[in-house]
């Protein structure tokens, strides 16, 4: 950062601000220690509920809406892969082994991990200000002009400055905030909504949804949003920077190990 | 050390020490009230026992959702089964009518009750679901008695924790815990909307327990034994379903 600040426009100079601030103090720090440990717990969470979720799915590949749907009644769709059930018609002449037992087991205790996480991390949120200060925007945030703005350079695939290493930008803060406050609460409902125990004790949860197999057709569909966002977000970690955005998550720290020596 | 960091210590190592404790203080309670599974052991059991402790606190005394007539399913679906045994397709042969359903273990007059015998008991029905693990559900009307109403009449014993039930199938046998046996929707069901149980659906006798899922629904009962413990049955891990990688616990 040999350059004359003076000679800049206030935001590349703010920005060069903060570049120098970034390497004077070489190793910033970026993520809260609770921030990291809960952003990989959820992680490895998420991976194993994919899995077991997919593997379950493979047992009945069919949706239907309302409270009840077989193999004998007509389905909304199904997915046109092969079953791990031969009284499911596929057209593929076999039928895959059976996976379910194992899935459902860890899918469930896979779930009761990531919610205690997720609680943990909601009360962290909370308590430390890390919602407000990190996640919501700001007022100047959803101003028309940065709004525009932060759209315009996301397609046209612009790499982000080095101020947003150190801060998120609006398109992010509005995204993180949609999979914490909607998505996951969503997919802990769809998925309570299916239990016959649970549903004995809180029928409004499935009845809002409009029965036990749109419950089933709606989990499906949210963890579709989901794992749309995990592909928008490694993809975009990617063109960010794949250590530069990936190591703050693990040390903490925004720089590298050289430039912290 | 700076304050910032000193006062994060102190947070972690309070929480850490919340967290310990509490969990220990859970287990112990756990145990008490009754809210560990026999499948409790290996590396899905804390998960098994959150799900089944929980839903015990949440649901021992609510009941299944129940439907009108109009949602009862036309086509209800009766899964793949084992082909029927030799002894069973003698019975079948007969009409059922040398059917018996033999009550044993911790009860005070151990009992073989003739299929006559259960439905000269005041009958009940109820319009629920069934639910398979594999996703798929349907609506039907069961009927049949109370097994709170044949427990009653054989004495079950103070001590008593859990029902084993058995089909005529030796390799299908399951388990539930009193507050699922005593519950007034589980059933041992002989009729399906409005005629005999179907063969396909369990008939002449199946378990029918609304608030777990389908599995838990045994077909073809013959025996029921009143117990304590559920480790001297099979693996002891409750059920048929656990040996087979299933959850013993299936009201998820």
Redesign the interface.
């Known amino acids: 950062m040999a350059r004359s600040e003076s000679a800049q426009a206030p935001l590349e100079a703010y920005v060069a601000r903060s570049v120098s601030a970034v390497r004077a103090s070489a190793a910033a720090s970026r993520h809260s220690?609770l921030v990291r440990v809960t952003h990989w717990i959820v992680t490895l969470c998420f991976f194993a509920l994919l899995l077991t979720g997919i593997e379950?799915?493979i047992?009945?590949p069919?949706f239907y809406w309302g409270?009840?749907?077989?193999?004998?009644?007509k389905p909304l769709f199904q997915i046109p892969i092969p079953s791990s059930?031969?009284?499911v018609r596929t057209g593929y002449g076999y039928v895959l082994p059976d996976q379910?037992?194992?899935s459902?087991?860890?899918h469930?205790?896979?779930?009761?991990?990531l919610v205690l996480t997720g609680l943990l991390y909601g009360i962290f949120g909370l308590a430390t200000g890390h919602f407000r200060k990190n996640l919501f925007p700001t007022g100047a945030d959803l101003s028309w002009r940065t709004l525009s703005a932060t759209i315009a350079g996301h397609l046209r695939f612009q790499r982000p400055s080095e101020a947003e290493a150190r801060s998120y930008n609006v398109l992010q803060r509005l995204a993180y905030l949609f999979v914490i406050f909607v998505l996951f609460p969503l997919i802990i409902w769809t998925g309570l909504a299916?239990?016959?125990?649970?549903?004995?004790?809180f029928?409004a949860t499935?009845n809002l949804l409009g029965g036990?197999?749109s419950a089933?057709l709606l989990h499906f569909v949210v963890t579709l949003a989901l794992v749309l966002f995990l592909v928008v977000h490694i993809v975009m970690i990617c063109l960010a920077g794949f250590w530069s955005r990936t190591r703050p998550m693990i040390t903490g720290r925004t720089g590298t190990s050289k430039e912290r020596v | 050390m700076t304050d910032i960091s000193r006062r994060?210590l102190i947070w972690?190592g309070l929480g850490a020490a919340a967290g310990v404790s509490g969990l220990a203080v859970a287990a112990r309670l756990a145990e008490k009230y009754g809210l560990v599974p026999p499948d409790h052991g290996g590396?899905?059991g804390?998960?098994?026992t959150?799900?089944y402790a929980a839903?015990r606190l949440?649901?021992r005394h609510?009941?299944?959702?129940e439907?009108s007539p109009s949602?009862i399913?036309k086509?209800?679906?009766p899964?793949?089964m084992a082909p029927p045994s030799d002894a069973f397709k003698r019975l079948q042969a007969a009409g059922f009518v040398d059917w018996r359903l033999t009550v044993t273990g911790m009860v005070d007059q151990p009992t073989s009750f003739s299929l006559a015998q259960l439905k000269s008991y005041p009958s009940r029905s109820q319009i629920t679901?069934v639910?398979?693990?594999?996703?798929?559900?349907?609506?039907a009307e069961w009927v049949g008695v109370p097994l709170s109403h044949v427990l009653n009449l054989v004495g079950v014993h103070p001590q008593a924790r859990y029902v084993a039930y058995f089909s005529i199938d030796p390799n299908w046998w399951d388990s539930m815990d009193m507050a699922d046996a005593m519950h007034p929707q589980t059933f041992l069901t002989y009729g399906m909307n409005g005629h005999e149980l179907p063969v396909g659906h369990g008939g002449p006798l199946r378990m029918r327990v609304?608030?777990?899922?389908g599995y838990k629904n045994v077909k073809f009962i013959t025996h029921l034994t009143v117990t304590d413990s559920m480790k001297k049955f099979g693996k002891g891990l409750g059920s048929a379903s656990p040996e087979?990688?299933?959850?013993w616990y299936a009201?998820?």
């Not at chain 1, 409270?67 to 009644?73: N, P």
């Not at chain 2, 609510?62 to 959702?65: D, I, P, V």
């Not at chain 2, 609304?210 to 899922?213: A, G, I, K, M, S």
Request: aromatic share 12%.
């Open positions: 220690a379950i799915l047992s009945h069919r409270e009840t749907g077989t193999v004998l009644t059930r031969d009284l379910n037992g194992w459902r087991y860890l469930f205790e896979a779930a009761w991990i299916m239990s016959p125990a649970f549903v004995s004790a029928p499935v036990q197999q089933r | 994060k972690t590396i899905f804390v998960g098994e959150l799900t839903q949440l649901t609510s009941m299944a959702r439907f949602e399913s086509r209800p679906f899964n793949e679901m639910q398979c693990e594999e996703g798929w559900s349907y609506i609304p608030r777990q899922l087979a990688g299933y959850a009201g998820i």
